[in-house]
C-alpha cells in the first residue's frame, strides 16, 4: 500500500490526507506552541520549530508502521490524526489526534476523524485491536473516543504530568469484533 495516495474520506466535506514536509505551515507551528491547545499533547515538553515539525513528518512518512494524516475541512488543514504505532504480529495499533484550529472546536471533528481512522485499521489493515491513550483531564478526548465505541480498559494512577499536576493515565481500547457488530 502507497500511504502517501491514500486519502481517507468520509460522508462530510472532512479529508484525511497523508501529510507531507511540504503541508508545514506557520499556523501548524503555533498550534504546536500554544499552551490551551498543546495542553494534552507530548510535544508541548519542548518549544516547536519548522525544523522539528518537518523532521516528525519524515520520520513518520519513512516508517512503516505509522500513518500521520491532515485533518482537512472546507480545504483548510485543522489538525492531525496519526495511525501507528502498528504492531503487525499482534494486529493492533495506537491512535492519537488534536484539532488545532480552534475555530473548529466543538463541532465533532475529532470524532469523525478517530471514526474515519478507526475504519481504516479494522477494514483496510484488518487489525484486530485499536488503542488510545489520554490524560485524566482530558475529557473531550474521552468523549470522542467513547462516541466512536471505544471502551475504557484501564487505568495507570498518577502516571502522567498534566496541566494541573499528576494524572491518571487512561488506556482506551476498541476491539474489531465490536465494531463489525456496531455495523451490522
Same mark, same amino acid.
Given at each position: 500500500?502507497?500511504?502517501?495516495? /491514500?486519502? !481517507?474520506?468520509?460522508?462530510?466535506?472532512? =479529508?484525511?490526507?497523508?501529510?507531507?514536509?511540504?503541508?508545514?505551515?506557520? &499556523? +501548524?507551528? #503555533?498550534?504546536?506552541?500554544? %499552551?490551551?491547545?498543546?495542553?494534552?499533547? %507530548?510535544?508541548?515538553? $519542548?518549544?516547536?520549530? &519548522?525544523?522539528?515539525?518537518?523532521?516528525?513528518?519524515?520520520?513518520?512518512?519513512?516508517?512503516?508502521?505509522?500513518? !500521520? +494524516?491532515?485533518?482537512?475541512?472546507?480545504?483548510? /488543514?485543522?489538525?492531525?490524526?496519526? =495511525?501507528?504505532?502498528?504492531?503487525?504480529? /499482534?494486529?493492533?495499533? *495506537?491512535?492519537? +489526534?488534536?484539532?488545532?484550529?480552534?475555530?473548529?472546536?466543538?463541532?465533532?471533528?475529532?470524532? $469523525?476523524?478517530?471514526?474515519?481512522?478507526? @475504519?481504516?485499521?479494522?477494514?483496510?489493515? &484488518?487489525?484486530?485491536?485499536?488503542? #488510545?491513550?489520554?490524560?485524566?483531564?482530558?475529557?473531550?478526548?474521552?468523549?470522542?473516543?467513547?462516541?466512536?465505541?471505544?471502551? !475504557? $480498559?484501564?487505568?495507570?494512577?498518577?502516571?502522567? /504530568?498534566?496541566? *494541573?499536576?499528576? %494524572?491518571?493515565? !487512561?488506556?482506551?481500547?476498541?476491539?474489531?469484533? *465490536?465494531?463489525?457488530? @456496531?455495523? $451490522?
Amino acid at each position: 500500500m502507497n500511504k502517501f495516495s /491514500h486519502e !481517507l474520506t468520509s460522508n462530510s466535506s472532512m =479529508l484525511l490526507k497523508p501529510l507531507k514536509e511540504a503541508d508545514y505551515s506557520e &499556523e +501548524y507551528l #503555533a498550534w504546536l506552541n500554544d %499552551e490551551s491547545i498543546n495542553q494534552y499533547l %507530548e510535544t508541548r515538553w $519542548e518549544k516547536q520549530t &519548522e525544523e522539528k515539525i518537518k523532521s516528525f513528518i519524515s520520520s513518520i512518512n519513512m516508517d512503516q508502521d505509522s500513518f !500521520l +494524516y491532515g485533518i482537512i475541512v472546507d480545504n483548510e /488543514h485543522i489538525g492531525n490524526i496519526k =495511525l501507528g504505532p502498528i504492531n503487525w504480529h /499482534h494486529k493492533y495499533a *495506537d491512535i492519537s +489526534y488534536f484539532i488545532g484550529s480552534k475555530n473548529y472546536w466543538g463541532r465533532g471533528l475529532a470524532t $469523525e476523524a478517530v471514526a474515519i481512522v478507526t @475504519k481504516f485499521a479494522f477494514e483496510e489493515l &484488518e487489525l484486530n485491536k485499536c488503542i #488510545a491513550g489520554l490524560y485524566s483531564g482530558n475529557i473531550g478526548s474521552a468523549k470522542v473516543l467513547e462516541k466512536v465505541g471505544f471502551k !475504557l $480498559e484501564g487505568c495507570l494512577k498518577n502516571n502522567l /504530568h498534566g496541566p *494541573d499536576g499528576w %494524572e491518571n493515565r !487512561l488506556l482506551y481500547g476498541y476491539l474489531n469484533k *465490536d465494531f463489525r457488530k @456496531k455495523y $451490522e
